[in-house]
């Protein structure tokens, strides 16, 4: 992978990265218009018995920390996730319930995952 990939391309490589290890797995992943607000990814079970809408959060640089806008504290529902993505490492790394990250939030607009 490039040394310094445009943060564009970074968030979209992590995206279609989560929607094609979600195909992987039975889901059906689709990949939104870059104009949605807040939603990267709606995901459902081959049945349509549920869905979900996933925000992507994605970086190259190896750190385990993303920042997040203001914006991500008020918006969260109980079928909202966040995934977060070390390309570097080429796998998915954590899910995390959106009102956690609302949590983490409230107290600093950088989200740390532990090793």
Not at 71 to 92: C, I, N, R
Request: aromatic letters at 8%.
């Amino acid at each position: 992978m490039p040394n310094s990939l445009e943060r564009t391309l970074v968030g979209v490589a992590g995206e279609y990265f989560v929607a094609a290890e979600l195909s992987l797995r039975g889901f059906i992943a689709s990949v939104t218009l870059r104009n949605t607000r807040g939603v990267d990814i709606i995901a459902s079970r081959s049945d349509a018995s549920s869905s979900v809408s996933l925000q992507i959060k994605s970086n190259s640089d190896g750190s385990a920390a993303w920042m997040l806008s203001k914006k991500s504290e008020g918006f969260w529902s109980k079928q909202h996730f966040y995934v977060f993505v070390l390309l570097k490492m080429l796998g998915l790394d954590r899910i995390i319930l959106s009102f956690r990250v609302r949590l983490c939030l409230k107290r600093s607009q950088k989200v740390i995952l532990p090793g």
